[in-house]
């Protein structure tokens, strides 16, 4: 047989210098005689992806091979699936913007270690508080889009830049959805020095003293300062926003009697409510928690439709991770959150297990974007 040298020469694994077939007859050694090549210098995709698979096409196809035959995007297509068929061949980083021991952080380790045996893959989670979350944030999304770091993200992954002057990335666009894990409820909550009992006498008590009355927060531009702002646009009152460092300061003054009102995370309420030390107006879901079923929510103690604000944690990647990655994690995330023991779990510490598709997430994200601008631009709230 010819022999068959130079940009000529078939790239494919198993054709020898000489041309030689050693696969059963599709390498027949030339680009133009290789039935991957359907013998016209073009791909034969219907054969080339299964002979292929797995194989580095950067080390076996030369450059000028690929020119001549036009092929250079198809093969582009083919590493990217070889890659993705390889994946998870190393440990996965999982980036947790808050500090350990939060309810994020507990949700990625019970999470993480579910998807490490799913996967067959180790899953190593890595604490990056700061910048209200924005730091952790920020390391994903400048991260390679190989599959191999993700985010525990939070709805403050979409509304920290909204209110941040320095706008460090879009939350919506600039990451790659997987699923959203959780939802919870803030609580708005009263101390000692509240005399009311319920939601209409806080609504009461402050359109009789405009900006009078005090309501804490675990920060400026959080959930739970988003959750009075709203309030506050869709119940025409102005109360007083007190920003604090965390749920914990906040807390101390609120059960101290040194401020009224708070809004606050379900998690970080319910030890509080449970010891009497606060009472529990309503909620701010769309329905009832069930760890509260005898709290209202906002709009059943108000009638006022359609308020609503949630909190969620949910699993990003970076943009132009391949597709097949991100739905092969969203579905066995989605299938680790219908296991009875992982929503028992979760249950008990305030989280309503969700578990969406890509396409779904990615919707639902859109829409939370647009409605807390909204908020935020309408209550002009910003922060450093």
């Given amino acids: 047989m010819r022999q068959i040298v130079g940009p000529d020469m078939c790239p494919c694994p198993g054709a020898s210098v000489y041309g030689v077939d050693t696969t059963g007859g599709a390498h027949l050694g030339s680009i133009r005689l290789c039935r991957l090549w359907g013998g016209t210098g073009r791909l034969n995709l219907r054969v080339m992806l299964p002979t292929w698979r797995g194989v580095s096409v950067n080390t076996c196809i030369g450059?000028?091979?690929l020119i001549k035959a036009g092929g250079v995007g198809m093969v582009?297509?083919?590493?990217?699936a070889a890659r993705a068929q390889a994946w998870p061949s190393k440990p996965i980083r999982l980036v947790v913007p808050q500090a350990a021991g939060g309810g994020s952080d507990t949700i990625a380790r019970f999470v993480g270690e579910r998807l490490a045996a799913s996967l067959q893959q180790s899953v190593v989670v890595e604490n990056k508080p700061g910048a209200a979350g924005m730091l952790g944030a920020e390391i994903v999304k400048t991260s390679s889009a190989d599959g191999y770091t993700m985010l525990l993200s939070s709805i403050d992954t979409i509304t920290a830049p909204l209110v941040s002057k320095r706008r460090?990335?879009?939350g919506a666009h600039d990451f790659a959805h997987i699923t959203q894990l959780t939802a919870s409820h803030n609580v708005w909550l009263v101390g000692p020095s509240f005399t009311g009992n319920s939601m209409a006498d806080l609504v009461a008590a402050a359109r009789s003293q405009p900006g009078k009355i005090d309501f804490a927060s675990s920060g400026v531009g959080s959930m739970q300062?988003?959750?009075g702002a709203m309030l506050e646009r869709m119940a025409n009152l102005s109360l007083n926003h007190v920003p604090y460092r965390?749920?914990?300061p906040a807390f101390t003054d609120l059960v101290g009697g040194r401020i009224p009102v708070m809004v606050s995370g379900m998690q970080g309420a319910l030890p509080q409510i449970r010891s009497g030390k606060v009472r529990a107006l309503a909620v701010t879901g769309g329905r009832r928690a069930a760890v509260l079923p005898d709290v209202p929510t906002v709009s059943e103690a108000l009638g006022i439709v359609d308020y609503e604000a949630l909190n969620w944690q949910a699993l990003l990647y970076?943009?132009?991770?391949?597709?097949?990655?991100?739905?092969?994690?969203?579905?066995?995330?989605?299938?680790i959150l219908a296991q009875g023991d992982v929503r028992q779990r979760l249950a008990e510490m305030g989280y309503e297990p969700l578990g969406n598709t890509s396409a779904q997430f990615t919707q639902a994200a859109l829409a939370d974007q647009k409605r807390w601008a909204a908020v935020i631009q309408a209550a002009n709230i910003s922060s450093e």
């Fill in 246 to 248: 965390g749920g914990p």
């Fill in 168 to 170: 460090p990335f879009d």
């Fill in 225 to 227: 300062h988003l959750s």
């Fill in 76 to 80: 582009l297509a083919v590493t990217v």
């Fill in 63 to 65: 450059r000028r091979a």
């Fill in 318 to 335: 970076p943009v132009g991770t391949p597709q097949v990655i991100v739905d092969r994690v969203s579905s066995e995330v989605v299938k």
